[in-house]
T-cell receptor, first 115, second 110 residues
Framework: NAGVTQTPKFQVLKTGQSMTLQCAQD?????MSWYRQDPGMGLRLIHY???????DQGEVPNGYNVSRSTTEDFPLRLLSAAPSQTSVYFC??????????????FGNGTRLTVT | GQQVMQIPQYQHVQEGEDFTTYCNSS?????IQWYKQRPGGHPVFLIQ?????EVKKQKRLTFQFGEAKKNSSLHITATQTTDVGTYFC??????????FGQGTILTVHP
């Protein structure tokens, strides 16, 4: 049982490049989400999904796209990377559709640097 | 939108001293969760509080949820070096989103 798996662990991009951060979970969780972590700002929600085919925006969605074609996978796409997107990205899942009364299980994170 | 403020941002203690971090929400919460993140790691769930005035304990950790369900605290008694890390609160509302506080970074000096 791997839990939440994120790839890659590290990535360096040049401004304007695009890329996809992968997230997969094997716990059959309906709720999945993406957070970014910046010093002094805690964890900010980018996008979330309450089930396959359903996605919604969080606090800081601009510059990011998501899709949820399967229960297991929730990739995060950076369309045109900017230095402001330099951050640590965490994918998290939980077994509740609401994600409300259920603990979040986090992946190990992706450290992204945009130059 | 909903805001969750957490203080202090940093706390340095000597091993054996107590530690407390506080969490305040701008809106009434339906539940609050606490997470711990070790240096270089990912957040790990500690506990969830749901009821007004609720108090829960995990060994040396005591968690409280305020009567108005707008604030919470985490208290660690007699800190140990294994307690180092960042402690986050996360407030949940009836419409289903969790909002994280900024976190408190705890350093324990042996």
């Amino acid at each position: 049982n791997a839990g939440v798996t994120q790839t890659p662990k590290f990535q360096v991009l040049k401004t304007g490049q695009s890329m996809t951060l992968q997230c997969a979970q094997d716990m059959n969780h309906e709720y999945m989400s993406w957070y970014r972590q910046d010093p002094g700002m805690g964890l900010r929600l980018i996008h979330y999904s309450v089930g396959a085919g359903i996605t919604d925006q969080g606090e800081v969605p601009n510059g990011y796209n998501v899709s949820r074609s399967t229960t297991e996978d929730f990739p995060l796409r950076l369309l045109s990377a900017a230095p402001s997107q330099t951050s640590v990205y965490f994918c998290a899942s939980s077994y509740s559709r609401q994600g409300l009364n259920s603990p979040l299980h986090f992946g190990n994170g992706t450290r992204l640097t945009v130059t | 939108g909903q805001q969750v403020m957490q203080i202090p941002q940093y706390q340095h203690v000597q091993e054996g001293e107590d530690f407390t971090t506080y969490c305040n929400s701008s809106t009434t919460l339906s539940n609050i969760q606490w997470y711990k993140q070790r240096p270089g790691g990912h957040p790990v769930f500690l506990i969830q509080l749901v009821k007004s005035g609720e108090v829960k304990k995990q060994k040396r950790l005591t968690f409280q949820f305020g009567e108005a369900k707008k604030n919470s605290s985490l208290h660690i008694t007699a800190t140990q070096t294994t307690d180092v890390g960042t402690y986050f609160c996360a407030g949940g509302t009836s419409y289903g989103k969790l909002t994280f506080g900024q976190g408190t970074i705890l350093t324990v000096h042996p």
